[in-house]
């Protein structure tokens, strides 16, 4: 499914209100920050000729972020960032606390390992076993509670206001907007990189990008806005059926509550609750809004764990496919300008963060599919 934004326009400004959330000065703060830490590198960014042949597309490129700091997905950037800060404002003797599908958490948890202070991380019911030992491996205390993602949202909220821990949350809400913003402005590096990398310098014409509760796509749309202005590339956010917070708000013209379980294989993505200052960027800048099933996630997993025509085999995670998904089908209807000449930009968002899911679905380990076997 794919809404059109009637709200967004190629002459809209990228004006002092959005500016007020992620702005130049945000995204070189960050790049100039993270690219000391040690272990960084700029992740790939994969040409894929053989798929975009057969999807009838120009040019397929895939920003790979299965390897940002050994942590498995571009969340590396984001909480770690703003766990950092914190620390340098406030110092070590603190508690840092998030909600997490995992890979957020993940982040929070690294970088309050490296930063020397306490983290509790609030895990709901659908996050794997595997990936709550992935964040209690750096040193968090985790804490399950029962219902979906923003039940847990809520719930470390609410702890944190009693015991006076500091939230580190990728979502924003009224009142609370600086550290998602921080948040925000770390993923904004993985752009910085996109824009470096492309072939010739040349930006793409569509980027499909991940939802979730919206700061990844934002923090993609904002710095492509800011450079490119009017002849920014098209931009569609992808989100699983079962959790599409940003289709839902964007069909109502307002944030809008998806409410229920929010169950999908796309776990990283399983958010009923936009990211409010996200959405303001989105909402102003976003043509489309696309939602994607989880069987063709689990079909792109295998198509890119195999190659197409000729193209290298990818570790690509649940969640790291929806944008492509998305393209894919909206290249099908003739939507939005795609066509055979249109160079298509995605985020691979994560990698294998649940091996044993990944397993699962693929057929065969991480480790195998990069070895070719």
Not at 154 to 178: F, L
Request: glycine letters at 14%.
């Amino acid at each position: 499914m794919l809404i059109v934004n009637p709200n967004a326009a190629p002459s809209n400004e990228y004006g002092p209100a959005l500016q007020a959330i992620l702005n130049q000065g945000g995204f070189e703060t960050a790049r100039a920050e993270i690219t000391t830490w040690p272990g960084y590198e700029p992740t790939p960014l994969v040409s894929l000729p053989g798929l975009a042949a057969a999807s009838g597309l120009g040019a397929i490129y895939y920003k790979d972020e299965g390897e940002r700091f050994g942590l498995g997905s571009f969340k590396a950037l984001g909480g770690a960032y703003a766990v950092a800060k914190l620390v340098r404002s406030a110092g070590k003797d603190i508690t840092v606390c998030t909600a997490t599908d995992g890979n957020h958490g993940r982040s929070v948890a690294w970088g309050a390992q490296v930063a020397g202070c306490r983290c509790v991380i609030y895990v709901h019911a659908h996050v794997s076993e595997g990936r709550q030992k992935a964040i209690e491996s750096f040193g968090a205390e985790v804490r399950r509670v029962t219902g979906n993602y923003d039940d847990s949202v809520h719930r470390a909220a609410e702890d944190s206001a009693a015991n006076g821990w500091h939230v580190v949350s990728d979502t924003s809400w009224p009142g609370y907007g600086e550290v998602p913003c921080d948040v925000m402005h770390g993923y904004t590096v993985m752009a910085g990189e996109i824009m470096d990398q492309l072939p010739d310098g040349k930006p793409p014409s569509h980027i499909f990008a991940q939802g979730g509760v919206g700061g990844l796509a934002a923090a993609v749309l904002a710095p492509f806005w800011q450079r490119y202005g009017a002849d920014r590339p098209r931009f569609v956010v992808a989100e699983p059926v079962n959790a599409a917070c940003l289709y839902e708000s964007a069909k109502a013209g307002a944030p809008t509550v998806v409410p229920g379980d929010l169950d999908t294989v796309m776990a990283g993505l399983a958010a009923g609750e936009v990211s409010l200052l996200a959405w303001e960027i989105l909402w102003a800048g976003c043509d489309g809004f696309a939602t994607v099933t989880d069987d063709t996630a689990r079909v792109l997993m295998r198509v890119l764990a195999d190659g197409c025509a000729g193209d290298p085999p990818l570790v690509a995670g649940e969640s790291a496919v929806a944008g492509l998904a998305a393209g894919i089908a909206v290249r099908k209807g003739d939507a939005l300008g795609l066509d055979g000449d249109s160079r298509l930009l995605v985020i691979g968002s994560e990698g294998a963060t649940d091996p044993a899911l990944y397993h699962e679905i693929v057929g065969r380990s991480a480790e195998d599919v990069r070895a070719g076997t």
